[in-house]
Nanobody, 126 residues
Framework: DVQLQASGGGLVQAGGSLRLSCVIS????????IGWFRQATGKEREGVSC????????VYADSVKGRFTISSDNDKNTVLLQMNSLKPEDTAVYYC???????????????????WGKGTQVTVSS
């Protein structure tokens, strides 16, 4: 029923930019907190950013703050992640996921989400 489709990953040089998209169906993003998460090979999954469109609030991991921007296109029920000044350590599979507003921010921060999409690979070369 609920589908989240992450796309936009690819190979980029360090310092470059990339924009990821998460097209969501089966739920309205204004009823959920949408998060971006990533997992590098051999490493644990980590949170990147979480967005509540209804509250117009976004949070970021310290590692990406100032470089990444999460935003939404509510008409398209899509959440975007603009990634600038990419670093090799940003290399990972990036996932988007949704959690109901009722569960609050903590769920997103700890990536305890209701629905997950398939990831998109981001590779940043040195």
């Amino acid at each position: 029923d609920v589908q989240l489709q992450a796309s936009g990953g690819g190979l980029v040089q360090a310092g470059g930019s990339l924009r990821l998209s998460c097209v969501i169906s089966g739920l309205s993003i204004d009823d959920y907190i949408i998060g971006w998460f990533r997992q590098a090979t051999g490493k644990e999954r980590e949170g990147v950013s979480c967005l509540s469109t209804s509250g117009n609030i976004a949070v970021y991991a310290d590692s990406v703050k100032g470089r990444f921007t999460i935003s939404s296109d509510n008409d398209k029920n899509t959440v975007l992640l603009q990634m600038n000044s990419l670093k090799p350590e940003d290399t990972a599979v990036y996932y988007c996921a949704a959690v109901s507003l009722d569960r609050g921010w903590r769920s997103c921060i700890i990536y305890d989400m209701d629905s997950w999409g398939k990831g998109t690979q981001v590779t940043v070369s040195s």
